[in-house]
T-cell receptor, first 113, second 117 residues
Framework: GENVEQHPSTLSVQEGDSAVIKCTYSDSASNYFPWYKQELGKGPQLIIDIRSNVGEKKDQRIAVTLNKTAKHFSLHITETQPEDSAVYFCAASEKGSQGNLIFGKGTKLSVKP | GAGVSQSPSNKVTEKGKDVELRCDPISGHTALYWYRQSLGQGLEFLIYFQGNSAPDKSGLPSDRFSAERTGGSVSTLTIQRTQQEDSAVYLC???????????????FGPGTRLTVL
């Protein structure tokens, strides 16, 4: 089945710097890749997603890139702010649309003011 | 509009007792999912409901876990004879159900933190 690996597990940056989180997946049929942000004591919230027909998607300070050949995708956050501090999860669809979402183990991002 | 709601927010129980966790999905969403999140871990899929179809129970860790969804809306996750290793945050999500379990955008509730003493 699908296996999603996420790196790094923790990331600390200075306010204003960029943060990059990377994920790899194993199922070549995967075609949907969402990213979720989870703040302490809350459920995960979708921040951006990408489908396999595009290679990059941007929403203000957040961007996601997808390399289907290499089977990896990345989250880029520019001009980080303290409120970006949270745990970020990547996920990949399993068996195209016939399986489930498989999540990475998360990255704890700390943005220091 | 209202998001996914879950109750209770916290539940402390003794080993061997049964617990019921409730999820109210977003109105109009036909798909509903349960996940388990252990401390410092990712989300582990438990079960998926889509409309009137038979649920996908492939993620349930043992026969002590069961879930039902009455009337295509509210869902209850039941854990019988709880064990200490069941301690975790149980998350519910819902989606429109247009595309399929793995490619629909899922919206999560705040979770129920279960502690088994």
């Amino acid at each position: 089945g699908e296996n999603v690996e996420q790196h790094p597990s923790t990331l600390s940056v200075q306010e204003g710097d960029s943060a990059v989180i990377k994920c790899t997946y194993s199922d070549s049929a995967s075609n949907y890749f969402p990213w979720y942000k989870q703040e302490l004591g809350k459920g995960p919230q979708l921040i951006i997603d990408i489908r396999s027909n595009v290679g990059e998607k941007k929403d203000q300070r957040i961007a996601v890139t997808l390399n289907k050949t290499a089977k990896h995708f990345s989250l880029h956050i520019t001009e980080t702010q303290p409120e970006d501090s949270a745990v970020y999860f990547c996920a990949a669809s399993e068996k195209g649309s016939q399986g489930n979402l498989i999540f990475g183990k998360g990255t704890k991002l700390s943005v220091k003011p | 509009g209202a998001g996914v709601s879950q109750s209770p927010s916290n539940k402390v129980t003794e080993k061997g007792k049964d617990v019921e966790l409730r999820c109210d999905p977003i109105s109009g969403h036909t798909a509903l999912y349960w996940y388990r999140q252990s401390l410092g871990q990712g989300l582990e899929f438990l079960i998926y409901f889509q409309g009137n179809s038979a649920p996908d129970k492939s993620g349930l860790p043992s026969d002590r876990f069961s879930a039902e969804r009455t009337g295509g809306s509210v869902s209850t996750l039941t854990i019988q004879r709880t064990q200490q290793e069941d301690s975790a945050v149980y998350l519910c999500a819902s989606s429109l159900g247009w595309r399929g379990a793995s490619t629909d955008t899922q919206y999560f509730g705040p979770g129920t933190r279960l502690t088994v003493l």
